[in-house]
């Protein structure tokens, strides 16, 4: 089984909607984030999360929510879905803050996303 | 800010050539880099990290080094095969321990039999 699971793999909605995004990771990792990326651009954070109570704003959270309901989950929310939010989105995990971190990153294997 | 630039967006290549991609970093103050690979429709594979005082790293036809005065590192990949083409991202993760990624664009690479 994969490490870093997404739910859904794809989604279709229309403007306006709300949207929740899932990520689950069986690594024991306290840390997790959330990126998207766009055609022609690299990945950009949005959040992450140190712990269940520690969750900070990445480069681009406007018009996104998260919530870290356990180690093992970290869910992305759009409130209101717009069209510029149409993207591939990317859950992942780190090894830092464990007692041997490398600083490696761990993905999933993405969230398709389109917004009509 | 740091920013990450990856030099060629698209390299075309015959079997078997040797080659060189590119990223350079803004800021020299970093925990450490890694390479990643992306298949089309896919995610993110690791493929090497360098941290911070090393200068270099290897996993099988992959080398990757890092020169942080210059803000530079680049990935070879030797004895190319078709099943190489992807597209690999340079992430540059900043000085403390956040984890916090900075991507390149990436670039993506079509060996041709």
């Known amino acids: 089984d994969a490490d870093v699971t997404q739910t859904p793999r794809n989604r279709i909605t229309k403007t306006g909607k709300r949207i929740m995004l899932e990520c689950s990771q069986t690594?024991?990792?306290?840390?997790m984030y959330w990126y998207r990326q766009d055609p022609g651009l690299g990945l950009r954070l949005i959040y992450y999360?140190?712990?269940?109570?520690?969750?900070n704003k990445g480069e681009i959270s406007d018009g996104y929510s998260v919530s870290r309901q356990a180690q093992a989950k970290f869910s992305l929310s759009l409130e209101s879905a717009i069209p510029n939010q149409t993207a591939l989105y990317f859950c992942?995990?780190?090894?830092?803050?464990?007692?041997?971190?490398?600083?490696?990153?761990?993905f999933g294997p993405g969230t398709r996303l389109t917004v009509l | 800010k740091q920013e990450v630039t990856q030099i060629p967006a698209a390299l075309s290549v015959p079997e078997g050539e040797n080659l060189v991609l590119n990223c350079s970093f803004t800021?020299?103050?970093?925990?450490?880099l890694q390479w990643f690979r992306q298949d089309p429709g896919k995610g993110l594979t690791s493929l090497l990290l360098?941290?911070?005082?090393?200068r270099e790293q290897t996993s099988g036809r992959l080398n990757a080094s890092l020169d942080k005065s210059s803000g530079r590192s680049t990935l070879y990949i030797a004895a190319s095969q078709p099943g190489d083409s992807a597209t690999y991202l340079c992430?540059?993760?900043?000085?403390?321990?956040?984890?916090?990624?900075?991507f390149g664009q990436g670039t993506t690479l079509q060996v041709k039999p």
């Open positions: 992942a995990t780190s090894d830092l803050g464990t007692a041997k971190p490398s600083g490696r990153q761990f």
């Open positions: 690594k024991g990792h306290d840390r």
């Open positions: 999360s140190f712990d269940v109570k520690d969750i």
């Open positions: 800021d020299s103050a970093i925990y450490n």
């Open positions: 360098i941290q911070s005082s090393q």
């Open positions: 992430a540059v993760h900043g000085s403390g321990n956040t984890g916090k990624l900075i």
